[in-house]
């Protein structure tokens, strides 16, 4: 059984700093990669950011520079995603939900499979 939790949201003003955690623990092997993605009240989910266990991270455009990810890669134990968020502007508004892919083999070949968290409101207003 895989639980993911996630804690760290709130309400900041413009220019102010948060920062999300996030953790899957339980029986977990092959954890390829940890994102985070947000959704904004009537826009679709969205990559913020990714890494990779090798090592690759990736970032959309709009939080470069402003956010920062760090992941605890572990088999068998507690995975770990962080979300640095500073210069925080009212457009990063929105729920953010953690992600974990982990890799998967059948019959058909090489999948894989999401584990997403609950979520957890950023607001930024003044």
Known sequence: QVQVVESGGGLVQPGGSLRLSCAASGTIFNIYAMGWYRQAPGKQRELVA????????????SVKGRFTLSAIFRDNAKNTVYLQMIR???EDTAIYYCNFKKSRVNSSGSYS??????????????
């Open 50 to 61: 990714v890494r990779t266990s090798g090592g690759s991270a990736n970032y959309a455009d």
């Open 88 to 90: 925080l502007k009212p």
């Open 113 to 126: 499979e999401d584990y997403w968290g609950q979520g957890t409101q950023v607001t930024v207003s003044s």
